[in-house]
């Protein structure tokens, strides 16, 4: 029983050291598959799949059942908080990580070909094409900047 007690505790120290680790490094505790899903995604559509994890992290915090409230264009679901719009034509379940992933990811990377600029490509993932498109640019909206601002801020942190 006394071993059984040490091992315990010492699984709990590895895992907090890991947690402070990530803590430090400005990097949030991802489940091992749940990261698994981001890379291989990311590299299917050869996108950095720090650029997708920042997204996630910025969307819903890594929550899978993260569920954004009620707009006018429908509910945003899931890891990178897919509206209804984007989910619903390919039938997926978007609070399923991989079925979320997936789609989100091909969708960030067409908008990626289509703007040729990573802070238009957020700007219309965040606020919608017809945002970015409108304005010819990052629209004028306080949560569109943010969005962009704080994702490419810590793109560039990695970066350093």
């Known amino acids: 029983m006394e071993l059984l007690q040490e091992v315990k505790q ?15 490094e400005n990097k949030p505790f991802v489940s091992g598959d749940i990261e698994k899903i981001i890379t291989h995604y990311a590299d299917k559509f050869n996108i950095d799949s720090r650029i997708i994890f920042e997204i996630i992290r910025q969307e819903s915090g890594f929550d899978p059942n993260a569920t954004g409230r009620q707009t006018k264009y429908g509910t945003a679901k899931g890891l990178m908080q897919l509206m209804d719009m984007n989910s619903k034509p390919h039938g ?3 609070y399923n990580p991989e079925e979320n992933v997936q789609v989100g ?12 600029d990573i802070e238009l490509a957020l700007a219309a993932y965040n606020a919608g094409e017809g945002a970015v498109d409108k304005y010819g640019g990052v629209p004028p909206y306080k949560e569109t900047q943010n969005y962009v601002k704080k994702i490419t801020e810590r793109l560039s942190d990695e970066n350093q």
């Open 92 to 94: 997926i379940d978007p």
């Open 10 to 24: 010492a699984v709990i120290a590895d895992i907090e050291e890991v947690r402070q680790t990530r803590v430090k």
């Open 105 to 116: 990811t091909a969708l960030f990377a067409k908008l990626l070909n289509k703007y040729q």
